[in-house]
């Protein structure tokens, strides 16, 4: 039996074989952990030594070493520190260019982790394409496959639709590009209570008319992670639960279009903002899916997923993502299931001593403080939260822990893809709120 391996490396596979077949030459004296035994070949190899604390750090590292081959266990770990490995091992092995390097892991039985590294994968090669190619209509052309291998029946809203349901947000967002915006809707039916994911999908963001540094933009092809972390997670979507999907897809460019900063918008539920930076742009998109899902949806709990704020990885740098809950309960079981797939999060408040600072004079709100308050991460949440003020909602602020500047750990350079296994895992839960 075989199981596909890492994305860019299509020769790589997890063979389930027996342990039994490989015998360690007598001349070999294990000397550690992370010791590489060079073994009956040159395409062979051998896992010795003492346990490691860290089993998926430790399959990082040995498929990072392994030029090719085979890799086997001389005793195998039990199914828990398997599964770790392995998740380490794909995670660790990914690129996303093809590699014609055969690197093989040996174990006795497929660990069921398989299925969240697949969606990890995914989420890291729609983040890590170049934004020249993946525009909002690529993006939706995506959505629709992965809707489809999950089961999902999916809408779209093109620019006439939105004008008619009033997504003033996702309209002005996308205005200086040339690539239109879309919403996509995506559903999979089922009993028990409505789960609306949401995700953040800005292809790429010069900022606008308040323009991005050079340095700030080489990461923005990954402003669209948080979408990629919610289309890749409907896979993972348990049979018979309701789970519904909502993309924000726009371009943020400068173009004769291009919105302002001083423009006031009118949002889904007629709400209005008055623009004071045009580089905090994913908040407005996610204003109109949250007054939409609200609205429209009649969810019991929202998630919604976003690369929003260089504060919150100014905050918690690149191991953590923000969380902001409304209730105890979607706060904990968020944050259980990011420890079980190793993508941690951490609560922030949702301080509404800091509510004041979004004031208006022209407008129902602003997007960003005008008095200096701090705390931008948390502002940007009370921002939020006054479109979906009364059902259980939870942001995640994934700024830091969506991108990766170097390989390290599980991690290789560019999209990370978290947030993918973490929704997965909350909704096998159960997806307490």
């Given at each position: ?28 004296t ?8 060079h073994?009956?070949?040159?395409d ?25 081959g ?20 794909r ?9 014609p ?8 039985q ?6 969240q ?31 489809r ?20 947000g ?15 809707i ?12 949401i ?28 979408a990629?972390?919610v289309?890749?997670?409907?896979p ?11 993309l ?15 423009d ?11 623009v004071?930076?045009?580089d ?54 968020l ?5 079980e797939?190793l993508e ?19 407008a129902?709100?602003?997007h ?25 909602w ?7 822990p969506a ?28 997806a307490?709120?």
């Open positions: 039996m075989e199981v596909t391996g890492a994305s860019g490396t299509p020769d790589g596979q997890i063979l389930i074989l027996g342990t039994d077949e490989i015998e360690l030459p007598e001349a070999l294990p000397s550690g952990p992370e010791l590489l035994l073994a009956d070949g040159p062979h190899w051998l896992v010795v030594g003492a346990p490691p604390k860290d089993w998926a750090r430790f399959g990082a590292d040995v498929v990072r070493k392994v030029p090719a085979t890799v086997a266990f001389r005793s195998e770990p039990d199914a828990a520190d398997l599964a770790q490995f392995v998740r380490g091992w995670l660790g092995g990914y690129t996303p260019r093809p590699n390097q055969r690197r093989v892991l040996r174990v006795s497929p660990p069921g982790v398989i299925a590294t697949d969606a990890t994968i995914t989420a890291r090669d729609l983040v890590n394409m170049p934004s020249n190619t993946k525009n909002p209509a690529w993006m939706v052309r995506q959505a629709r496959k992965l809707a291998s999950a089961g999902a029946e999916v809408k779209v809203l093109d620019v006439p639709a939105l004008r008619s349901g009033g997504f003033g996702v309209l002005a967002v996308g205005a200086g590009s040339a690539s239109p915006p879309r919403v996509v995506a559903r999979r039916a089922g009993k028990g209570p409505r789960i609306v994911l995700g953040k999908g800005i292809t790429f963001d010069s900022g606008g008319l308040s323009l991005k540094p050079r340095e700030a933009m080489m990461l923005m092809k990954s402003d669209m992670a948080g990629a972390a289309m890749s997670a409907l993972l979507v348990p049979d018979g639960m309701d789970v519904t999907v909502l924000g897809l726009a371009e943020n460019a400068i173009g004769a279009g291009s919105y302002r900063p001083g006031v918008i009118t949002h889904v539920d007629g709400s209005t903002t008055e004071r930076n045009t905090a742009e994913g908040r407005l998109v996610l204003a109109d899916l949250l007054a939409y899902a609200r609205s429209q949806l009649r969810p019991d709990v929202v998630v919604d997923v976003a690369t929003l704020t260089g504060a919150a990885t100014m905050a918690l740098s690149r191991e953590y993502g923000a969380l902001y809950a409304t209730t105890d309960t979607l706060r904990d079981g944050v259980a299931a990011g420890n797939v941690q999060l951490w609560p922030m408040p949702l301080a509404q001593a800091y509510a004041f600072a979004l004031h208006s004079d022209i129902d709100r602003c960003i403080p005008t008095v200096e308050v701090g705390g931008g991460s948390i502002t940007a949440g009370l921002f939020l939260q006054q479109f979906i003020p009364d059902v259980p939870a942001h995640l602020d994934i700024a830091g991108r990766a500047t170097a390989a390290s750990g599980l991690r290789a350079i560019g999209g990370t893809g978290f947030g993918a296994a973490l929704l997965g895992q909350w909704l096998a839960d159960g307490r709120f």
